[in-house]
């Protein structure tokens, strides 16, 4: 049994998101521009994932970066220059929108000097934590799992459970392909039936071979026992050493794994298209933007809309 007192601690201090990718999907723009620092509305998409780690408890954030990308982590750092800009000129909201990222947890970057796979990138993590530290949790920026929260049920599942658990979405069949796909069994005792005890665990699977339609969606709340296994495996699919199958091992061995089905929305920063309807909703959501941007929409969508046409009479 876990006591009140215990169920008080975070499940973990430190939460890393791994951000050392070069973005293709997103070329041109990130030629130069990192694709964790594109706005989502005005927001870069990191900024949100570390205010949810912050929220879930974490302390600290260790953002894997790769050579050449030190602007994501400058994002994180306080400008007093254009703070005092904004300060002198009254520009008080302003100011407190680019305070936000410093003061919501201590960064730290380590670098993947070579883009050899997610479990890579986790497993550079290790010579930054404290020996006190029994697990992290890792957030992929590319996921925004909304509403908030998902973290702080897994955390739970690991207080009662133990081992390690993971956030998982479904996905339709014909999606399996890009995720990493879980076999899952129901847990008898669950009160919560969205808490599933994971058998294995297969990263981007043909359909066919696919153990069920759950598939990762970027939120993982890992044991330290991880790193032993990230030592342990080969490069998996794409030529990279995976996340997923270090799980996969950890399972083999017997360790606990669970899932929290999310149940809620997703969005995907990974691609363009699902970066559009990610700042159309967020954008949506606000005062500022939202009815006007909704009062738009709907005549661009409405049956009667007709392209403008050029002018080509004298
Ligand atoms: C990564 C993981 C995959 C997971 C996905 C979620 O894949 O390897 O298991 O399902 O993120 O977004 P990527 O999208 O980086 O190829």
């Not at 998982?168 to 005792?189: K, L, M, N």
């Amino acid at each position: 049994m876990t006591s009140p007192a215990s169920d008080m601690q975070p499940a973990f201090r430190t939460a890393v998101v791994p951000a050392a990718g070069l973005g293709t999907r997103f070329l041109p723009a990130t030629k130069t521009i990192p694709k964790e620092l594109l706005p989502v509305v005005d927001t870069p998409g990191i900024e949100l994932v570390a205010g949810e780690a912050a929220d879930s408890g974490a302390q600290r954030l260790v953002i894997v970066t790769s050579p050449g990308k030190n602007s994501v982590v400058a994002h994180f750092v306080e400008d007093l220059v254009l703070e005092g800009k904004l300060e002198a000129s009254g520009k008080t909201e302003l100011l407190n929108k680019v305070r936000v990222a410093p003061s919501l947890l201590t960064v730290q970057s380590v670098v993947q000097e070579q883009p050899l796979g997610l479990g890579h990138a986790v497993s550079r993590v290790e010579e930054v934590l404290d020996d006190s530290e029994d697990a992290i949790a890792v957030l992929l920026p590319d996921d925004l799992v909304l509403p908030r929260g998902v973290l702080e049920v897994m955390g739970r599942v690991r207080r009662k459970r133990g081992g390690s658990v993971l956030c998982a979405i479904e996905v339709p069949e014909d999606r399996v392909s890009s995720y990493g796909i879980f076999e899952t069994e129901i847990v008898p005792d669950a009160v919560n039936p969205n808490v599933l005890r994971v058998t294995g665990m297969v990263e981007k699977p043909d359909r066919d071979d696919a153990p069920s339609n759950l598939a990762a969606a970027g939120r993982y709340l890992l044991d330290r026992e991880i790193f032993d296994a990230l030592r342990r495996i080969e490069p998996g699919a794409g030529g990279e050493l995976q996340l997923t199958d270090a799980i996969a091992l950890l399972i083999k061995d017997g360790h606990p794994v669970h899932v929290v089905v999310h149940r809620g929305s997703r969005h995907d920063l990974g691609n363009p298209g699902g970066f559009l309807r990610a700042a159309v909703d967020f954008a949506l959501e606000r005062d500022d933007y939202g009815p006007a941007l909704r009062e738009w929409l709907e005549e661009r969508l409405s049956p009667n809309w007709a392209a403008p046409q050029l002018t080509t009479d004298e």
